[in-house]
């Protein structure tokens, strides 16, 4: 059984889920977000992610990881500390042997609408369709992972990764 581990990088909150599919149901296992303190330093920040990502990966034994790419136009700063926390938890995936797949936003809205410019509230419908959910989670982090987790589920074998 696959089970995908969906990663929506932050360094503020890295949104995660956990999920397998079952015939065309997708089971949520478990979702959440990792949140590090703002008035840290950020390389205890990091390790905050470093941690709560072990923890994940240590309970749900996930067989491949979905991570949203980034797409930054204006702000240099906030690019470059998601980067680097995208680059740690890689590194947390690749030490536990699990294959990474990279998730464009765009591939993510069209994977689950058909339409690579999906607005939020269509991918939310599509969401609670494949999930059988009656809501989503609150917060936008969380909703994104459980996102980039779908579209793998849709598109993972065209990547050659299932």
């Known amino acids: 059984m696959q089970i995908i581990l969906g990663i929506d990088p932050g360094y503020d909150r890295m949104g995660w889920c956990v999920l397998h599919k079952d015939g065309s149901v997708h089971h949520i296992l478990a979702s ?6 703002k008035t840290e330093d950020m390389h205890v920040r990091y390790a905050q992610i470093q941690a709560g990502l072990e923890t994940i990966i240590t309970e749900y034994h996930p067989t491949v ?18 980067s680097e926390a995208r680059g740690i938890i890689m590194g947390v995936v690749i030490q536990h042997t699990i294959p990474v797949v990279e998730y464009t936003p765009n591939q993510i809205k069209s ?35 459980i996102a980039v987790a779908l579209c793998h589920s849709y598109s993972g074998r065209m990547k050659g990764i299932v």
């Open 111 to 145: 994977a689950l609408t058909g339409n690579g410019h999906a607005t939020k509230a269509d991918i939310a419908r599509m969401m609670k369709l494949l999930t059988k959910r009656k809501e989503l989670p609150k917060l936008d982090d969380e909703v994104d992972a």
């Open 32 to 37: 959440g977000y990792v949140e590090t303190k």
């Open 65 to 82: 990881c979905a991570l949203e790419n980034l797409f930054f136009a204006k702000n240099v700063k906030t690019a470059m500390r998601v």
